[in-house]
């Protein structure tokens, strides 16, 4: 493989840079410094929040790593905030009351500030913070003020796909609906995604999709996969994954990511 072409390598975070524990591993850092030697730009893009993404990496290179969050609707590099796509207000009051007619799925609403729940369920709670490391419970989602609001994401403790996309399927007109992992699904501005953001990147660094590379392995990575000429699934990435991107790589806790990139730091030597 050659990889003499490669200037920009993004990659998501649950199930691709993260381990089943939800930690980056002990050689992220040494290649990640490699890389930056290498001109090597880095991004890491989620459907998490943005200080539950920073949280994740070594305190010496969170002010450099830039992160898409929010599936895409929100960018920071540092402290710079380099773009936002907030959520229509009208469409937070239809999604939360369609969201509240299922049952057992749980509604967090995605502000810049903080996640907002109005559940005091335990188990959802202890699971949910793993995600969202700065979030307030209150009495109701449609009272909360004062925030810019990037998306709503709900949760199933069994499938997200079959349990809350068919109940709001309908929104796919107006709005961005992401199943965005097993569980989870997203409903955000109909440009919140991380092909959209990636793209911004692409223009701005001008950095080509011949110069990209792209790690995934859910349905909210597919269209960052297709701005990429060197895309990589997960071994444990859904079907549709694989089946849209270029090579497979080693699942996330056999350090799949780490794998490629030790690959591509290895042919620059």
Not at 33 to 47: H, P, R
Not at 151 to 172: D, L
Not at 186 to 206: E, M, P, R, T, W
Not at 210 to 215: A, I
């Amino acid at each position: 493989m050659d990889f003499s072409k490669v200037k920009l390598v993004v990659t998501d975070m649950d199930g691709t840079l993260l381990n089943s524990k939800s930690e980056v591993s002990s050689k992220f850092l040494n290649i990640y410094n490699e890389l930056k030697k290498l001109d090597i730009k880095f991004i890491a893009a989620s459907g998490r929040q943005y200080f539950s993404i920073v949280d994740r990496f070594d305190k010496s290179i969170q002010n450099e790593i830039t992160i898409i969050a929010e599936n895409g609707a929100f960018a920071m590099l540092g402290d710079q905030e380099l773009f936002t796509l907030s959520l229509p207000s009208e469409y937070i009051l239809k999604s939360i009351n369609s969201l509240r007619e299922l049952e057992n799925v749980y509604i967090v609403l995605c502000g810049k500030k903080c996640a907002y729940i109005e559940t005091k369920d335990e188990k959802f709670i202890n699971m949910f913070k793993n995600y969202y490391s700065e979030y307030t419970i209150v009495n109701d989602l449609t009272k909360v003020k004062n925030d810019t609001f990037f998306k709503i994401a709900a949760f199933h403790f069994k499938c997200s796909e079959t349990h809350i996309y068919p109940a709001v399927k309908h929104f796919e007109n107006d709005l961005q609906v992401i199943v965005s992992g097993e569980n989870w699904l997203d409903i955000s501005h109909s440009n919140a995604n991380k092909g959209y953001a990636l793209n911004i990147f692409q223009n701005d660094l001008n950095i080509s999709k011949e110069e990209t590379m792209v790690f995934g392995d859910y349905n909210n990575d597919l269209k960052m996969i297709e701005l990429a000429d060197f895309s990589y699934a997960m071994e444990n990435a859904h079907t549709n994954v694989k089946t849209a991107a270029k090579f497979q790589t080693k699942n996330n806790d056999e350090q799949g990511v780490e794998f490629i990139l030790e690959q591509v730091i290895n042919s620059r030597k």
